[in-house]
């Protein structure tokens, strides 16, 4: 094939993309009509799929000039009347229309399609004759047989669908038909001296679209000529001239209206997005080009007298006069237009710094933007262009599952710039199937419901504000919250606790969750195994915002919120290192700002990952010069100095500091401490994911304009475009989403993570907040005492303090306080001077008051506990926690008073290992006491169970034996009370020892406890009275049982 | 009879088709893109587009050099503005617009199609499909560059699929 078949070819298939654009839905809107279609719906069909089949057996297209045959030969009964229009029959159409189209856009290969079974179905189509079809046949004269005197609009109707082929071409000329006799055609040969047929004769003055007989074969002298000649003939004569020219009546040239709107306008978009799909051998696109000035029609066909207002376009196309651009010539008028906004920022800048201010340059900056704004709108398309395809998704789709569904578009003109119109279609095409797979009910149960049998599903388009809205309305069963949060506890994405307070809107958004599809089973309609969090993601991606209302009963309603266009977007400009990025504002939550100081406590390091708890979340962190492999630096907070990094990792302070650094180092390092660096993290969101990018520094936001990478750069999945920035330089915008990848960031597992960490947290007390008092001993280390084993803090004179042997007292309060000097039971230092106020901590237990000497007091503070027992096995020492950044012993008072009072041990021994095998389980929610509860259980000889909450101690105590419970009062889910009354109510527990043990040590909880069934109620804290206590229940127990 | 615009790396004369060169342009500040290819020096901003800066020196085994006094951008036509005198001769560049670092510029040089030779075998060129051959003038040896090899992406569309 050459180059000028080829190009002919091309032709041919970008045509026939437009005769078949509307085929689709002029199908349907045939099987909605019913039998009482009108003959020009059906003729549009019929001329669509006559062309391409005209024009498929030129290029030798047998395949799909086979197929539209068979399809004409159906619409053409169809047309006549003989067949009548049923839904089996537009199937098969609708079917044979899908492949026609494939084939077309496939050309080259359509010979290897696969026709046959559709040209079956077509057959069967064909052959089933109603007898209803042949009596309304009967009772109706076909349309073909109307009068000579048919008006033109019927004319048109009967038109042969080549003439309209062939005329809609023509440009200006008109189209005029008339009936030749053999005097006319004598006088025809009479005034036109050249040419030996009629034909050419009449083609001296204009050209012939269609005549029966053939002109060519009437011959000059060969009279009398054919008795009448149907001619139509397209010319610029006007009427008058060219009867005068024919020696026709003028009356009896009839101007022929073209139905310009269906053959001479084609849809805009699907021809350009076939195009780009299947990518033809060459490169031109185009597109049509809507001209705004309507007022500018010099249109021929508005001069014709004749047009009937019955002929007005068909609501979904408008009468406007386009022209076709190449995109490509659009696209650089849109490029140049970017760069005139930012040659007027900068010159705007420019003279801005230098104090002038000139009034011609607002004028011109108004001019600048308008004509962005224009050449903006060059680019925009209606979304119909994606909309159209959705009423046969929804014919399909319902017939598939047993439903009557009733599309509603509005809207459809509505535009948005091309390249979002390139993206919705699969995320709007995933909420439409959802919307008739799950939102609308099947018939019965909506008629048990109060409703009508049919279903309907809106789909609507509509500007507001500089954005775009899509709303998908059914009017089917609704999300009912109830279940999504039983579905989201279930999977575990929320927290039963959490559930609790939500709004019903704020569960219906559950549905955005990654790892949430309400769908029971998976249907291959809308089961694809891609979730609403993916639809989310997809119009996230491009600055889309989605959004779900829902109302149980009532239906569904998801909007989506576009912007009208992605070549300019706001961002925030940031920096690392000597470079700068673009960060899309879309994909920008918030900025957090971590001071170095800080550090410690926010972040932290999960199974490798650095991350940052971000109130109660955790968010993993991605450090931009990592990820792009350039040197790490930071600005110094005083100098603004960009300085190396050298740290390994934001944790680096106390892991690469070994003991072993010489002071220098230390020094060194501290200096370092004392400006501390401050991290600008970039709290990123991607879909129902978010994270941290740490970059140096936050400079401004900024309106880019877009411009794509170079091949060169396509690979690297950091960058999504380049820009130009204020300054002319060029800085490229960073992908969010290539950037996790690179990074390697598993988002979904450092969710999971998170997950597990934060229950795990919640275990471990994290979330709950307590009262630390530290001090210290001496002028080194610091220790920590939960200020919920302090009775009461003392200051006290040094020389009040009296020494009695190896002890040591102090007068407090009129009676006589033994004090303990850490350093003499712990391998401590004692302090390095004298001091001369000291403080004394009097713990809360023991049945003998002492008083701890600290030498000083440094806070008492307000924090979470996690307790690390690893790090710190010393006696005397409960581990270490981390508080404030720091690393402190968490003192161990019972260990601490036993090696005080070797007395108290013994009580405890005595209590100890006399009831064997005997299990408790303890209630508690705080991990502390929990873990202190359990230790001196333990080392009594107690097997111990656990559960945080009173719900959890129930399933426990069903499914194991339990000889003894001791439980908190104030819990989460379930209290101590609470849980009482459902133990004492099983007729298996009613003598179950329970005993109390809290923080309540008021009088009134005291007695509800007991009332409510607690065996005993003590204060926590006192090991000794604890561990009798629990001995005790026991005995007694072991003692009733026995009896 | 075609003619070559000339250029020196590293005291190597090389020579493209005059037809594929847009403009000289005297070194201006790079935007250096982090993780691109050794080769790509960085983005550039002319007159609002944004131009690919390329060290050719990389590509070609050469070295990277400093730059100089005398070292400047040589914009490369992308296949869409090439002329259509330019595609009849079968020119072809790079679909974006690039920009050559070169130590030098040099003459433009005129050769018949008999005096260009194929490369010797000796060449001390990475790879010797970036040479479409050699022509002798009155001095120097002119290695003349198949700048449609040299300015291909390689490895182009299997990258493009991780994205």
Known sequence: MDAQDREILNEFVSESREHLADIESDLLAMEEAGDDADDELINRVFRAIHTVKGASGFFGLQKIAKLSHTMENLLMKIRDRELSITSERIDALLNASD????????????????????????????????????????????????????????????????????????????LYRFIMDDSAITTAFEKEKEGDTLMDVLSQTGEVIFSNPELSTIKRGESPYSPSVEVFYSTILEPDVLALTLGLDEKAIQPVIIPKQETKEPKKEPAIETKEASSPPEEEKEVEKKETDSGQKAAPEEKKPLSSPKKKPKTQTQQQETIRVNVRLLTRLMDLAGELVLGRNQLMQALKDRDRDLPILHTLSQRVTELQEHVMQTRMQPVGNVFNKFPRIVRDMSKKVNKKIKLIIEGNEVELDRSIIEVISDPLTHLI??????????????????????GTIWLRAYQEGGQVNIEIQDD?????????????????????????????????????????????????ISGRGVGMDVVKTNFEKFGGVVEINSEKGKGTTVTVRLPLTLAIIPSIITKVGDHRFAV????????????????????????GYEVLRLRGHLLSLVRLADVLKIPRTFVHPETKEVLPDRRVNILDRRDSDPPSRNNKERRALKDRRTHPQILNILVLKLGGSRYGLIVDQVLDTEEIVVKPLSNYLKSIACFSGTTIMGDGKVAMILDVQGIARIANLKLADIEEISKAEEENLARKGMMEKQYVLLFSVNEHEAFALPMSMVARLEK??????????????????????????????????????????????????????????ATKVIDVLETSIELDTESMTDRGFLGTVIIAGRTMPMLDLFTLFEMVDPEQKEIIDSVSGEVHNARILIVEDTPFFMKLTRSYLESAGYEVLEAMDGVKALSILHSEPVDLVISDIEMPVMDGYELIQNIRKSEKFKDLPVMALTALSDEKSRAKGLRLGFDDYEIKIDKARVLTKVHELLTRKQRASAA | MEQFATFYLNDTLFGIPILTIREIHPLIEMTPVPLAPDFIRGLVNLRGQVVTIIDLGIKLGVGRRDSQERTR???????????????????????????????????????????????????????????RGVAKTRSDLLTLLNLNQLLGVEGGNENQNQI
Do not use: C, W
């Open chain 1, 584 to 607: 899309p504002q879309v994909n920008l939550e918030e900025i957090v700002r971590v001071k170095g100081e800080n550090e410690k406590i926010r972040i932290e390091r999960v199974k």
């Open chain 1, 99 to 174: 492949i026609l189209k494939g084939m077309i856009d496939d050309v080259d290969n359509s010979e290897s399609f696969e026709i046959d079974e559709a040209i079956a179905v077509l057959e069967a189509a064909l052959s089933g004759k109603e007898p209803s079809a042949e009596a309304k046949k009967e009772g109706q004269a076909p349309p073909s047989e109307s009068t000579e005197s048919a008006s033109s609009q019927e004319m048109e109707e009967q038109l042969p669908p080549e003439v309209i082929a062939a005329a809609s071409k023509k440009g200006p000329a008109s």
């Open chain 1, 433 to 454: 199937r959802n919307s008739v797979d799950h939102g609308i009910e099947p018939p019965e149960e909506r008629i048990r419901a109060g409703k009508e049998a049919e």
């Open chain 1, 796 to 853: 006290i004179e040094t020389i009040k303090i009296e020494t009695v042997g190896e002890r040591e007292f102090v007068q407090l309060r009129g009676s006589s306080l033994p004090l303990i000097r850490l350093e003499k039971y712990l391998s401590i230092k004692p302090p390095e001077k004298e001091h001369e106020t000291l403080f004394v901590i009097v713990p809360r237990m023991s049945r003998h008051p002492m008083g701890i000497i």
């Open chain 1, 476 to 524: 089917g069963k609704g999300i009912d919250p109830e279940k999504i949060r039983a579905k989201a506890i279930e999977k575990g994405l929320i927290k039963p606790e959490e559930a609790e307070n939500m709004s019903n809107k704020e569960l219906t958004n559950l549905i955005f969750l990654p790892g949430f599809s309400t769908a029971e089973k998976i249907s291959d």
């Open chain 2, 73 to 131: 951008l040589m914009i490369i036509k992308p296949n869409a503005e090439l002329s259509d005198l330019a595609l009849e001769k079968g020119i072809k560049t790079s679909d974006d617009p690039v920009g050559l670092l070169i130590d030098e510029i040099g003459d433009v040089v005129s050769a018949e199609e008999n005096d260009i030779e194929p490369p010797p075998a000796n060449m001390d060129i990475n790879d010797l499909k970036y040479v």
